[in-house]
């Protein structure tokens, strides 16, 4: 059973940064992608905003791209989010996931979500 443990979120001022983490239990080299999603306040979906493949190709969503940072150490089974110069509208649960097939779009296994609030 794959277990994703997301932590980081909190409540911070705009143009503050934030650095979410992403704990898999086992090493993350089995999954061709994983990547961070995100669930605006009220809304149904989630979006993604940042994947990174086995590889190390990165790719952002364009609201977030030269402000988000998605990077992975293998060694700790673990990726991150760098988030700077949050906005109010960044506000929203943020969701890790991982695919053993897909690279772009992973979605087979999912954590809990930590919530992240840009606010003044």
């Given at each position: 059973?794959?277990?994703?443990?997301?932590?980081?979120?909190?409540?911070?001022?705009?143009?503050?940064?934030l650095?979410?983490?992403?704990?898999?239990?086992?090493s993350?080299?089995?999954?061709?992608?994983?990547?961070?999603?995100r669930?605006?306040?009220?809304?149904?979906?989630?979006?993604?905003?940042?994947?990174?493949?086995?590889g190390?190709?990165?790719e952002?969503?364009?609201?977030?791209?030269?402000?988000?940072?998605?990077?992975?150490d293998?060694?700790?089974?673990?990726?991150y989010?760098?988030?700077?110069?949050?906005?109010?509208e960044?506000?929203?649960?943020?969701?890790?996931?991982?695919?053993?097939?897909?690279?772009?779009?992973?979605d087979?296994?999912?954590?809990?979500?930590?919530?992240?609030?840009?606010?003044?």
């Amino acid at each position: 059973q794959v277990q994703l443990v997301e932590s980081g979120g909190s409540s911070v001022q705009p143009g503050g940064s934030l650095r979410l983490s992403c704990v898999a239990s086992g090493s993350i080299v089995r999954f061709a992608g994983m990547g961070w999603y995100r669930q605006f306040p009220a809304g149904k979906d989630r979006k993604l905003v940042a994947v990174i493949t086995r590889g190390g190709r990165t790719e952002y969503e364009k609201s977030v791209k030269g402000r988000f940072t998605i990077s992975r150490d293998n060694a700790k089974n673990t990726i991150y989010l760098q988030m700077d110069d949050l906005q109010p509208e960044d506000t929203a649960v943020y969701y890790c996931a991982a695919d053993r097939d897909d690279e772009l779009l992973p979605d087979d296994y999912w954590g809990q979500g930590t919530r992240v609030t840009v606010s003044s």
